[in-house]
């Protein structure tokens, strides 16, 4: 079981996250104002102190704290931390995202260091009327009161909540010193209401806010004075976003997610490639290396050296290889696919990096890494198969690290072509190797959605074909069946849809196909007439009920009708149904697929195509 103390926006990313797992978990806020869905979580509201997180963690069999609260919530953070030390279980802070920080701010390292350095700056400022405008929310109000009392006007910006308003009531704030930040709000807006020289905030990271408030209050030549984020309990294991959150929860408590997350191709390139470079440049060679994810998260990734076919598994080994002598390092990333059921899971994947005179990037692709043929793709035809995402991850992570040195990046997959065969690749053109592709970074165990993504990219090949139809069906078989009636038609123009004929069409018909040529077999077409979009055997069985209904419209007798329900797959049909009365069953089942299908593609051209495992097409 675990608890999460929220209250927070990283608290909801918390509990969204969490929600996926199907398992209970409580969040615990002090008051009720955040409205939150909860499903599997239990909603707890009211401060904890140490000893009452040590009783409930015992009396709910807690095994993992996640403190997701406000980052100035010191007596909570310190409260967790004893808690968790006190009974054994480790404390994951989901921290904020904090922006590097910025020069023209006055840094306080705390409220009695800002009062101090607001009431010096008042000193030396020639005008005699001084305004300050505090967003430290209304808790602070006590802490500022000297300034106010030496004739600092003070206007406090707070939540306009019951709660909030009434304790700014019982310190005696004047309403129309109240100011309230609605969402969207333009920030300028509240600068001119208030006039202030000065605004006082506190260092709450992206989530908070905090460019937003900098960024408007300098623009409007307003002094800004940042009080710095207190520090953390050290025993607290840190990370910035929810799939780091998710996957050390999955290495803390594995249970609790039935199916594991794992790394994208572009993760563990983009971390193969960090450590090669700072191999390069600092000369030694890192276990791990952190990685920045596309949504600004940080993830650790475990990594190995490689050079001249030695791995080096100590730093001590390294310095004396020639991959630093050379002015090269290699480094190789295992792929972690986690419970999807991914290919290149175990595979290694590896960067070459070396140094350039320019402070460019350049990214190829080496050894088992496809090259491009077709058009529709991220790159020409001609580049490495290194899709914009992961292009871009690596470029981002380097010049984090080395803002004024370039590389060139060499990704390599040994046995990445052979592998390949077994992927979407050959059909889309792409030659030699796999793809380095991952648009989050993280794979999250729903196969589900990394299937239709590869329908996307798909649908982009068949698009940049130039056709004006697209041809989808659900696999090998029928597609065989489905390109000698379409002999005319190029193979990128067929697309197999699994079982997501929905997402398909919509996919389809998204990208501006108004052509589009739907191929199924009995089993699917059945399942598919009746209505369901998504035809996975998990989901949905075949209705016997709904094809005694179809038989019965197509004109068959009543003791073809209750064969029916002796059958057990539904291409016995073909058998039973007399041949005098196959074409009306036929026509029935193509029209109500259409029916189905066609509100996906109002002003498409849908073609719906029956087909027989002898490869009949009606």
Not at 505 to 524: D, N, P, Q, V, W
Request: aromatic content about 8%.
């Amino acid at each position: 079981m675990i608890l999460v103390f929220g209250g927070t926006t990283e608290g909801r990313m918390a509990v969204k996250e969490l929600e996926e797992s199907g398992s209970v978990f409580w969040y615990s806020t002090k008051g009720g104002e955040q409205q939150i869905i909860l499903h599997h979580g239990q909603h707890v509201c009211g401060a904890m102190d140490k000893q009452q997180i040590v009783f409930f963690c015992k009396e709910h069999d807690i095994r993992l704290i996640i403190d997701a609260a406000h980052p100035f919530a010191s007596e909570l953070h310190n409260n967790v931390a004893n808690a968790a030390k006190s009974l054994d279980i480790p404390a994951v802070r989901f921290e904020r995202i904090y922006p590097q920080r910025d020069s023209r701010i006055v840094w306080c390292t705390d409220f009695p260091d800002a009062v101090e350095k607001i009431r010096s700056a008042r000193r030396i400022s020639p005008a005699e009327r001084w305004t300050l405008l505090s967003t430290a929310g209304v808790q602070s109000v006590p802490k500022l009161k000297s300034l106010e009392e030496s004739g600092l006007e003070i206007f406090h910006r707070i939540l306009e909540r019951d709660s909030s308003i009434s304790l700014a009531d019982t310190y005696g704030i004047p309403h129309d010193h109240l100011c309230f930040y609605h969402q969207g709000e333009d920030e300028t807006l509240e600068f001119e209401k208030v006039n202030p020289d000065a605004i006082l905030l506190k260092e709450s990271g992206l989530s908070g806010g905090y460019i937003e408030k900098t960024e408007a209050a300098i623009r409007s030549g307003i002094r800004v004075f940042a009080i710095q984020r207190p520090k953390m309990p050290e025993s607290f294991i840190s990370v910035n976003g929810p799939y780091g959150m998710r996957r050390m929860v999955e290495k803390l408590l594995p249970e609790f997610y039935p199916l594991h997350s794992g790394l994208t191709t572009g993760s563990c390139a983009t971390a193969a490639a960090v450590a090669a470079a700072r191999c390069l440049m600092e000369g030694t060679f890192p276990e791990t290396v952190d990685i920045i994810l596309p949504d600004g998260e940080s993830i650790t990734v475990d990594t190995y050296c490689l050079s001249n076919s030695e791995t080096f598994q100590s730093k001590s080994e390294l310095l004396n290889s020639v991959a630093v002598t050379r002015r090269f390092a290699s480094a190789y990333v295992i792929k972690d696919s986690g419970d999807d059921p991914d290919v290149t899971d175990k595979m290694e994947i590896h960067a070459e990096v070396t140094l350039l005179h320019s402070s460019d990037i350049e990214i190829d692709g080496g050894e088992g890494v496809g090259r491009i043929t077709l058009a529709g793709f991220d790159c020409p035809p001609g580049e490495a198969a290194i899709n914009k995402g992961p292009r871009k991850m690596i470029a981002d992570n380097l010049k984090r690290l080395y803002p004024n040195q370039g590389f060139r990046v060499t990704i390599s997959v040994p046995g990445g072509e052979e592998i390949a065969h077994r992927t979407f690749n050959p059909r889309l053109g792409i030659e030699g190797g796999i793809s380095i592709i991952g648009v989050s970074g993280i794979i999250k165990p729903f196969s589900e959605e990394g299937f239709i993504n590869s329908i996307r990219k798909c649908m982009d090949v068949a698009k940049a074909s130039g056709e004006d139809r697209v041809v989808i069906n659900s696999g090998a078989k029928s597609e065989k069946y489905l390109k000698d009636f379409y002999s005319h038609l190029p193979q990128q123009c067929f697309v197999q849809y699994g079982n997501k004929i929905g997402d398909t069409i919509e996919i389809a018909y998204e990208l501006g196909f108004r052509k589009i040529t739907l191929g199924i077999m009995l089993g699917k077409a059945v399942k598919l007439a009746a209505g369901n979009l998504d035809t996975h055997s998990s989901n949905v069985t075949m209705d016997r009920d709904f094809v005694a209904e179809i038989l019965e419209a197509s004109g068959c007798r009543a003791d073809i009708v209750r064969r029916v329900h002796e059958i057990t797959l539904a291409r016995e049909l073909w058998d039973i149904i007399p041949e005098n009365l196959l074409q009306g069953f036929v026509n029935e089942v193509k029209s109500r697929c259409k029916k189905v299908c066609s509100p996906l593609c109002e002003e498409a051209d849908l073609e719906v195509l029956l087909i027989e495992d002898n490869g009949m097409i009606h």
